[in-house]
Structures are given as C-alpha cells and as structure tokens.
Nanobody, 117 residues
C-alpha cells in the first residue's frame, strides 16, 4: 500500500519561506509526474507546480518566480520551496503522483500553509 506523507507546512509571515516535502512509503515504481496542488477555503483545488521524471517543471502563473519544485527520484520524494509567501498562498497543500503506463495516482493527506499579513 503506497502512501504519500507530506511535511513542512505551518504558519509564516508574509514575505517568509517554507519548504514542503512529500515522500512515498511502500514500493512505488515508474512515477511519471510529481505535483503540488493547493486548496484554499471555498475554492477549487488548483495545480501549483509539476515536475516530470525527466526533471521538466511547470508552474502556475501565480507562483512563478517564487516557488521551486524539485525531486529526489531515488527517494521518490518531491519538494516545494516557497519564497516570498503572500496571504493568498494560504491553503492546504497536497502532493500528487501519477504513474507511467497506469491510471493509478496517489494523493497525500495535505499540509496546512498559513501566511499572515
């Protein structure tokens, strides 16, 4: 049974930084993409950043230049470095893995990020 476990959320002042981590427990092979999503109260879940197994990255316009996604493919771990945080970044952040050659995907349980003004 594969589980994704996130860590690194918390409360930070505007302009501050946080680093989120997401690790997979259990055997997991052939990861295609690792993503970070977020969901603010009363809003739909949105894609924040993606990294492919080949290292290609993509970001939502709202976080470009402030957030950096990276991964350790040996450890099956994905990170999200968040700098210059804004109150509008406040949300529950979820990691998400998609698999090659399979419709399977996995979600983490979510970690709260709160940015105070």
């Amino acid at each position: 049974q594969v589980q994704l476990v996130e860590s690194g959320g918390g409360l930070v002042q505007a302009g501050g930084s946080l680093r989120l981590s997401c690790s997979a427990s259990g055997s997991i092979f052939n990861i295609n993409t690792m993503d970070w999503y977020r969901q603010a109260p009363g809003k739909q879940r949105e894609l924040v950043a993606t990294i492919t197994s080949g290292g290609r990255t993509n970001y939502a316009d709202s976080v470009k230049g402030r957030f950096t996604i990276s991964s350790d493919n040996v450890k099956n771990t994905v990170y999200l470095q968040m700098n210059s945080l804004k109150p509008e970044d406040t949300a529950v952040y979820y990691c998400h893995y998609t698999m090659r050659w399979s419709a399977l995907d996995y979600w983490g349980q979510g970690t709260q990020v709160t940015v105070s003004s």
